[in-house]
């Protein structure tokens, strides 16, 4: 069973920044895709960041440059390292887990970025 725990959100102004982290329990493996989503009320949940077991790293172009996705497979945490924040990049975050064996999300993190 794998539990993914976000934690980090919070309210900050514009240009500011944020650390996201996702704390992972359960079976992990080392060809697991660890992402970062978000989604805002109305709009169906984006892909922020992803890494790969192997390490490839795919971002939202809305965030590129800003935004940096890393891991610590041993830990079996994750983080979402959130710089120069937009309005925009407000909404509810949520970890993912992608392996042979099942697709699992966290309970979300609120982000609010505002003045």
């Known amino acids: 069973q794998v539990q993914l725990v976000e934690s980090g959100g919070g309210l900050v102004q514009p240009g500011g920044s944020l650390r996201l982290s996702c704390a992972a329990s359960g079976s992990f493996f080392s060809i697991s895709t660890m992402g970062w989503y978000r989604q805002t009320p109305g709009k169906q949940r984006e892909l922020v960041a992803r890494i790969t077991g192997g390490g490839r790293v795919i971002y939202a172009d809305s965030v590129k440059g800003r935004f940096t996705i890393s891991g610590d497979a041993a830990k079996k945490t994750w983080y979402l390292q959130m710089n120069s924040l937009k309005p925009e990049d407000t909404g509810v975050y949520y970890c993912?887990?992608?392996?042979?064996?099942?697709?699992?999300w966290g309970q979300g993190t609120q982000v609010t970025v505002s003045s």
């Open positions: 993912n887990q992608d392996d042979p064996y099942g697709n699992y």
